[in-house]
């Protein structure tokens, strides 16, 4: 069978590396609502491959890929004073699992990063699901 790739958009491609989901990270925090952002300003995202093996174990997943993103530290709610030697809250998206999420689904990659983003990030205002969805919608008509 003699067929040619007439796309030529996937031939040289490789799978989105860290740095590109960093930067759709990047991209989606930048058309959520200002007042949003601001205060969320003190939250680090960073981009892992898989969750390490003490948040594997403590969440008791049955595969690395059974977690797309999460949340670590206290959210706004809880935090009445910063404790000493109290890290930064952060937000952790997961390359891999995010990307075998896309594998299987109808969604662009950077409607999926954008998502959990606004999920995690809702984890740190302790929002609804239903405040979550509407700050996504936003997001979403901004972009």
Known sequence: MDRVDETGEWRDQFSPSIGVLE???IEAYSHLPEEFRRLAS?????IAEFPDDEIFEDMALETPFDLLGLFEGRGLG???SMETGEMPNRIMLYRRPILDYWAENNETLGDIVTHVLIHEIGHHFGLSDDAMQAIEDSAEAAS
């Open 23 to 25: 930067s759709l990270a």
């Open 78 to 80: 809880e935090r009445f």
């Open 42 to 46: 003190d939250l680090v995202i960073e």
